[in-house]
């Protein structure tokens, strides 16, 4: 009997700036990849020739073009979209105050 080891690497996509103060879930909003000494880090902590999925979200795709960009010769990614962001229902494109106070004041 043989047994095949799977190893998963998970990135969380870069920040996005969210100067309004929205909840954003699974609306496609962009990422901010201008910190190249962290992709640069994070390039070279992980594995090479790895098969690489991204959600259909930008922001992932985004994330991996500065990983790539910063010296991680990585494939083209395969879009998963049930990789998403989780659903926020109602509340996506809310801002913060606004989910609050349609809960009557609770956070």
Partial sequence: MSTTVTRWWWVRHAPVPNTDGRCYGQHDVECDTTDAESF???????????????SDLARTR??????AAAGLDLPAPIAEPALREQSFGAWQGMRYDEIRDARGGRS
Avoid at 40 to 54: E, F, H, K, Y
């Fill in 62 to 67: 985004m994330t991996a073009a500065a990983i």
């Fill in 40 to 54: 640069r880090g994070l390039g070279a902590m992980l594995p090479r020739g790895a098969l690489l999925i991204t």
